[in-house]
């Protein structure tokens, strides 16, 4: 049929949930500006690709979560709660 390709992924198809992400709190500390977001390393756990170390910055925490500004095509936002022994500052 024309226009139908069964060798292309579909639209979404790179999505991924990350396994150790956390709903987000009811109440949480923002990182005050002028001094802006802290550099971390996180552990991320995709759905599929497994165990992962990368580069984020921390916006905001509570005393067992921290919001990570993480950039990657596998996230639908550019933010997500993890668990406090899952970053570290670099």
């Known amino acids: 049929m ?13 999505r991924q949930r990350l396994v150790n992400a956390r709903p987000v709190p009811s109440r949480f500390t923002s990182c005050r500006y002028p001094e802006g977001p802290i550099p971390v390393t996180v552990r991320l756990v995709w759905e599929r690709d497994g165990v992962e170390l990368a580069r984020g910055r921390a916006t905001g925490w509570t005393r067992r979560l921290v919001l990570v500004e993480v950039v990657d095509q ?3 936002v550019n933010g997500v709660w993890l ?8």
């Open 74 to 76: 596998r996230l639908v």
């Open 83 to 90: 668990p406090v022994v899952d970053v570290r500052r670099r």
């Open 2 to 14: 024309p226009g139908i390709h069964i060798d292309v992924a579909p639209w979404g198809g790179h």
